[in-house]
Nanobody, 115 residues
Framework: QVQLVESGGGLVQPGGSLRLSCAAS????????MAWYRQPPGQQRELVAR???????NYADSVKGRFTISRDNAKNTVYLQMNSLKPEDTTEYFC?????????WGQGTQVTVSS
C-alpha cells in the first residue's frame, strides 16, 4: 500500500543542478521522517538528507550548503534540490520513510554528473 516513486534524475554537467522528487502514497509525508540516501561506487550507503516530522533537516557533510531537502504537504511529495553538483555525486538516489511498521524505499533515480 505504501509506495514511494522517485523522479528527476538525469545527466548534468559539473556545477549544474537537479531537483529530485519523491511522490508518496499510502502515507502522509508530514507525519513521518523522510530521507534521501545514496551509495556511491566503493562506498557504504549514505544518508544524504533527512527531514523530520517537525520540519527540521539534517545533511551529510559532503552535501551541506549544496543540497536542500523539503516537502510539499499538499502534494504529499518530498524533494531534494541539488546545486553545484560534482562528479562525486554520481550514483543512484533513493527515497526512504520510517513507516508505521517498517521502512519503505523507492525504486531509485540515477544522477550522473559529467562534463
Amino acid at each position: 500500500q505504501v509506495q514511494l516513486v522517485e523522479s528527476g534524475g538525469g545527466l548534468v554537467q559539473p556545477g549544474g543542478s537537479l531537483r529530485l522528487s519523491c511522490a508518496a502514497s499510502g502515507i502522509i509525508v508530514s507525519m513521518y521522517h523522510m530521507a534521501w540516501y545514496r551509495q556511491p561506487p566503493g562506498q557504504q550507503r549514505e544518508l544524504v538528507a533527512r527531514i523530520s516530522r517537525g520540519g527540521s533537516t539534517n545533511y551529510a557533510d559532503s552535501v551541506k550548503g549544496r543540497f536542500t531537502i523539503s516537502r510539499d504537504n499538499a502534494k504529499n511529495t518530498v524533494y531534494l534540490q541539488m546545486n553545484s553538483l560534482k562528479p562525486e555525486d554520481t550514483t543512484e538516489y533513493f527515497c526512504n520513510v520510517d513507516g508505521p511498521y517498517r521502512d519503505y524505499w523507492g525504486q531509485g533515480t540515477q544522477v550522473t554528473v559529467s562534463s
